[in-house]
Every structure is written in C-alpha cells, then in structure tokens.
C-alpha cells in the first residue's frame, strides 16, 4: 500500500489537533442532518462546504478525487440513467422522457453520497486510530464495536499486502488470469490460502493479547482535555455544512 489514510493523520491543521469527541460528534450530527435532507440543494450546498473543510485540512485535490474516484463512477451511473426512469413534468423526445423530478432525486441522492462520504474522509484523515477509538468510547459506543472497529482498521491493510505477495508469486511464475477453469481454480485457492492465513494470524493475534492480560475489556490512557476552540470548530464544522445550507435553501427558494 503506497498511500493510505494514517499517512495524512499526522498533520497540523486545527482539524488535526482537535479534540476527537468533539469532531466525531460534529461529523455524525452533520452527516445524519444531510441523509435527512429532503430537499437537494441542501445537501449540493454541504458537499461545496465539505469540500471547502477538506482542503483547510491540508488534503491536496488530487488526494480526495482518488479516494472518492469509484464513488463519482458509480453516481454518474445513477445520474444519467433515473432523469429517464422516473415519471414526472419534463421534456419529451419523441420516445424518450427527461424528467424534471428524476433529475432532483439524482442530484439528491448524488449530493447526499458525496457529502457524507467527503465527512467520513475528513474525520479519518485527520484523526489518528488511537484518538478515533478513544473518541468513541467516550461517546458511549459499546466497547466490543469499538473492538471489531480497531482490529479490521489495523488488519484490513495487512490482508491487502499478503494477497499482493500471492498475486506478485503467481505473476513471476508465469500465471496470467484468464476466463479458463483453471484461472477460476487458482482464484479459488487463493482465496482459500488467504482465508486459512488469516484465520492463523487471527488465533495467534488472541493468543498474544491473552498472554498480556487481555480480559476482553480494553483500558484507555487519559485523553486530551477539550478546549473552547474545540467547541468553535466543531460549531462552524455544523454551521456551514449543515445550518448554513438549510437558511440559503429556505431563504432563495422558500423550502
């Protein structure tokens, strides 16, 4: 893995070095508000202000459009297709419809996904693991989710660079997949292989934290001590992702 996201959780931004309870509960309030949302100019509004929060971050363009790159090719899927699938006013082309309310709902769903996915981007590149979980916790989110949530973070990249050696062992041995039974019998052992190691690391992961103490129960060092700037930020992070779209929604076109 040449980039992933703990390389961007080291800055110095004020989002860096806020307190991580308050950014998780800005974050959740907001993405929740926009779900939510049924109007789309709501939730275009907050995509444009997240965008905005990502590179105050310290978050380069090219970064963000490569992480939300398969998202966008998935959403243009669903933009251009339901203007012509929903019914409702709109232009007529001799046997094809444009629909007015299709293209909303699109522009809707489509907002909506970016924007929450933008939010979720931001909190995990600018929070360290050690401070997100910590966060949770204090936020009252059961221990063994917080448990289940840690070990596939710090697993899931470990994983991805063992099926890399596989892929790299199989390549350098000639192997070329292909739509063949036998390109569909390596894939099947593969997977298998993967699935057997990882079930043995697994048992050797418990074996070694039984071995040091380990009770099922985790115990925190004291965290950070939230400051009145913490709290500022975390009213302008809702504000103008949230507030602020909904009042200019209301205000230029009455809902």
Same mark, same amino acid.
């Given at each position: 893995?040449?980039?992933?996201?703990?390389?961007?959780?080291?800055?110095?931004?004020?989002?860096?070095?806020?307190?991580?309870?308050?950014?998780?509960?800005?974050?959740?309030?907001?993405? +929740?508000?926009?779900?939510?949302?049924?109007?789309w100019r709501?939730?275009v509004l907050?995509? *444009?202000?997240?965008?905005?929060?990502?590179?105050?971050?310290?978050?380069?363009?090219?970064?963000?459009?490569?992480?939300?790159?398969?998202?966008?090719?998935?959403?243009?899927?669903?933009?251009?297709?339901?203007?012509?699938?929903?019914?409702?006013?709109?232009?007529?082309?001799?046997?094809?419809?444009?629909?007015?309310?299709?293209?909303?709902?699109?522009?809707?769903?489509?907002?909506?996904? %970016?924007?929450?996915?933008?939010?979720?981007?931001?909190?995990?590149?600018?929070?360290?693991?050690?401070?997100?979980? =910590?966060?949770?916790?204090?936020?009252?989110?059961?221990?063994?989710? %917080?448990?289940?949530?840690?070990?596939?973070?710090?697993?899931?990249?470990?994983?991805?660079?063992?099926?890399?050696?596989?892929?790299?062992?199989?390549?350098?041995?000639?192997?070329?997949?292909?739509?063949?039974?036998?390109?569909?019998?390596t894939t099947?052992? +593969?997977?298998?292989?993967?699935? *057997?190691?990882?079930?043995?690391?697994?048992?050797? *992961?418990?074996?070694?934290?039984?071995? =040091?103490?380990?009770?099922?129960?985790?115990?925190?060092?004291?965290?950070?001590?939230? =400051?009145?700037?913490?709290?500022?930020?975390?009213?302008?992070?809702?504000?103008? +992702?949230?507030? *602020?779209?909904?009042?200019?929604?209301?205000?230029?076109?009455?809902?």
């Amino acid at each position: 893995m040449t980039l992933t996201l703990r390389d961007w959780a080291t800055g110095n931004s004020p989002l860096h070095r806020m307190d991580s309870r308050w950014k998780l509960a800005a974050i959740l309030t907001v993405a +929740v508000a926009i779900v939510l949302a049924d109007n789309w100019r709501i939730p275009v509004l907050a995509c *444009v202000s997240t965008g905005l929060w990502l590179r105050y971050a310290g978050l380069p363009w090219n970064w963000i459009g490569s992480r939300l790159g398969s998202l966008a090719a998935f959403l243009a899927l669903l933009v251009t297709v339901l203007p012509f699938s929903v019914p409702g006013p709109g232009w007529t082309f001799g046997p094809i419809h444009f629909s007015f309310r299709g293209m909303e709902l699109a522009a809707l769903i489509a907002a909506r996904a %970016v924007t929450v996915s933008g939010l979720a981007l931001l909190l995990l590149a600018t929070t360290p693991l050690d401070r997100l979980l =910590r966060g949770l916790v204090a936020l009252r989110v059961p221990g063994l989710a %917080v448990q289940l949530l840690s070990m596939s973070l710090r697993y899931v990249y470990l994983l991805g660079d063992e099926f890399f050696r596989v892929r790299l062992a199989l390549r350098s041995r000639g192997y070329r997949h292909q739509f063949s039974a036998h390109s569909y019998r390596t894939t099947a052992n +593969v997977v298998g292989s993967l699935v *057997v190691r990882s079930q043995e690391r697994a048992e050797r *992961v418990a074996q070694a934290m039984l071995c =040091r103490g380990f009770t099922g129960k985790w115990r925190w060092l004291p965290g950070q001590r939230a =400051r009145l700037s913490d709290t500022i930020l975390a009213s302008m992070v809702v504000c103008t +992702v949230w507030l *602020v779209p909904w009042f200019l929604s209301a205000l230029c076109f009455g809902n």
